[in-house]
């Protein structure tokens, strides 16, 4: 047989071992180390002399010394901790009563808690399971459709690995050689508006037939008023701000409470006036960060600020073996068709380390300057002048914000105040730690290793503020971390040594002239690419796709002239539709272990395929509206 047969054998092989239950990451290393076995045999050599040996050491020590993916335990802590903090059943029950008026509101609610909450975790299966167990049962006991219920569950808490920060795209970054910076900053866009389209599924469903998501009784909708709330709003006006300002500036009748049984004090009615004030400290942080970054910190022409200049993905070299030449193609291999970049899995130095079998071409020599390190900030370029058309809509941003706060102020009652504050106590602090994680990554204050310990360190600091964490649930989110570190890393060691051999077999040859002889167009070849992860997402999970067949397609963008950006976030909301196409679709399997009884697999399945006809048309509105994914990026870092 020759090598490039052994090759496809080699791929072909890998996906039926894995759809028969073997460990994706042992399976990658097996099939490794037997095909390259056979790739560097020479009968007179013995047997343990074979270089393969060498492969696999050399391999190994380039996944562990990769600094990027430090990021990912810390990340998961960050999510392992804040889910056995258990800090959701009260941010669950805050944002329902603020959203109890529009249709469908507890699948309403049930979405945004699992978009925020994926964003903080990055762990779908953890979101799924709880909030599984938080709104699963409310969702049924008021009589919502089961369909409705598990599929805003399931499809909500995959959002976690699309929008950052997501462990998924480290992932892939590591893989593609790509910085995990501008991976960031193009999926947020997307990732947020796929969110919004099922948004409008959910409401529009509802509207359309109210027997799915029938309306909360009156009892069920109302927010309890403390007795020193309705004690202000009877004392000075049923207006909480302007009663709040006069409490606070005249404490008098307010403090004079004690007679009917509610005692406050000064501080107490300070802090109330606070908390009524945080959609205005809010909106102007806001607006304040966009003025202070467009007209302030993007015209500094200071240098001296990490820059991180990325090479164009045809700079781009493997660090390992080199595929052989492909002798007897009629199609000749397009400039700037190399095996896949694997930027951080470099080989040591070696001399008795792996050579390739002969006919293998040399490496190509790495750039000499250009290329980023995954790990290392960006820092924001030199802009161009600010457009008059930005200050235009800055003061009309800010006019209509304005507007809506004195709606806002001049209809809450004591029922919103405590619905706010029941906001501003649950949701706030998640809202903040993710704001910061985000923010000092994407202006390049921090890499995303430094950015993943200030999350972790937030996540413990907010469970310690919350009273819900002992040292049983840290030695379990520890456990627990530690698991899913030690399975990424190995995964990365079995992905490593599988493409080296699969590329000297001569398989990303092949596969590469297979797709050349088609003559295809890039919008062809994107669809062909989409369409076959589509496929691989209904038998495999995201990792396998990631580390076995993206680094197929990844030498030919350059060829399609397609923008790995874009190419990249496209995969990311592509494989949404891993974990909801059956027959593996984890999502289902985790909501079912702990939904109620009478709710079947079929109509979990049943719910959750919507959801698919929506990741295909949220890509369809990525490749119309490429700005959507791009102008982040571009607008952030320049190129």
Not at 411 to 431: C, H, T
Request: with cysteine.
């Amino acid at each position: 047989m020759s090598n490039a047969a052994l090759g496809l054998t080699m791929l072909g092989l890998i996906v039926v071992v894995i759809m028969m239950g073997f460990p994706t990451a042992f399976t990658l290393m097996g099939l490794g180390m037997l095909f390259g076995f056979a790739a560097f045999y020479d009968p007179a050599t013995p047997w343990f002399d074979n270089h393969v040996f060498d492969l696999m050491v050399q391999r190994t020590y380039g996944a562990m010394t990769n600094e990027t993916l430090l990021s990912i335990p810390l990340f998961v802590l960050m999510g392992y901790v804040m889910e056995r903090g258990a800090l959701v059943d009260k941010m669950f029950h805050s944002v329902q009563l603020a959203f109890r008026r529009v249709p469908g509101s507890l699948a309403v609610a049930t979405l945004i808690i699992c978009t925020f909450w994926g964003i903080a975790s990055g762990l779908v299966g953890a979101v799924v399971v709880l909030m599984g167990v938080i709104a699963m049962r409310p969702m049924l006991n008021a009589g919502y459709d089961t369909r409705l219920a598990a599929g805003v569950i399931t499809a909500g808490g995959t959002l976690g690995i699309l929008i950052p920060p997501s462990v998924m795209i480290i992932v892939y970054a590591a893989v593609a050689g790509q910085s995990v910076v501008k991976l960031y900053a193009a999926a947020m866009f997307p990732g947020f508006f796929l969110a919004f389209l099922y948004l409008i599924y959910v409401v529009g469903w509802a509207l359309i037939q109210p027997k799915v998501a029938p309306k909360l009784p009156l009892e069920q909708q109302r927010a309890p008023i403390t007795p020193a709330v309705a004690h202000i709003a009877q004392r000075y006006s049923q207006r909480m701000l302007p009663a709040l300002a006069a409490a606070v500036l005249a404490p008098g009748r307010a403090l004079a409470g004690a007679a009917e049984g509610v005692r406050l004090r000064w501080l107490t009615l300070v802090g109330f006036l606070g908390t009524a004030l945080v959609p205005v400290l809010l909106a102007v942080v806001t607006l304040g960060s966009v003025w202070w970054y467009v007209t302030i910190y993007s015209q500094q022409t200071d240098t001296s600020a990490p820059v991180a200049a990325e090479a164009p993905a045809e700079e781009h070299s493997g660090a390992g073996l080199a595929e052989p030449s492909a002798q007897g193609l009629e199609a000749p291999k397009p400039e700037g068709l190399q095996e896949p970049p694997t930027e951080g899995l470099q080989e040591p130095p070696s001399s008795g380390g792996a050579q390739e079998p002969p006919g293998a071409e040399p490496d190509t020599p790495q750039p000499a300057g250009g290329l980023q390190q995954l790990g290392e900030p960006v820092a924001a370029p030199h802009a161009e002048p600010v457009p008059e058309s930005f200050y235009t809509g800055f003061w009309i941003t800010c006019a209509i914000t304005l507007a809506l706060l004195a709606l806002y102020y001049w209809k809450m009652d004591a029922e919103q105040f405590e619905i706010l504050r029941l906001l501003v106590s649950s949701v706030m602090p998640l809202g903040v730690l993710t704001l910061v994680v985000l923010g000092v990554i994407l202006f390049g204050i921090t890499t995303a290793t430094e950015s993943a310990a200030v999350g972790a360190a937030g996540a413990f600091l907010m469970a310690w503020q919350a009273k819900t964490l002992n040292f049983q649930r840290i030695k379990e989110a520890v456990f627990l971390t530690a698991k899913t570190t030690a399975m990424v890393c190995w995964l990365f060691v079995g992905s490593a040594l599988f493409s080296a051999v699969f590329a000297l077999l001569g398989g990303q040859s092949i596969v590469e002239h297979w797709v050349l002889s088609m003559n295809l167009s890039p919008l062809q070849f994107l669809l062909l690419s989409q369409a076959i992860i589509f496929v691989l997402g209904w038998p495999l999970e995201w990792t396998e796709i990631i580390v076995i067949f993206i680094p197929i397609f990844l030498p030919l963008l350059t060829h399609f002239q397609i923008d790995p950006l874009l190419f990249g976030v496209l995969v990311f909301v592509n494989l949404q539709a891993a974990f909801l196409s059956p027959p593996v679709a984890m999502s289902a399997f985790y909501l079912k272990g702990v939904s109620p009884a009478h709710v079947t697999l079929n109509q979990i399945f049943a719910g959750m395929m919507p959801y698919m006809l929506i990741v295909i048309l949220c890509m369809v509105f990525m490749y119309i509206w490429p700005s959507l994914t791009l102008w982040l990026p571009k607008y952030l870092y320049g190129g």
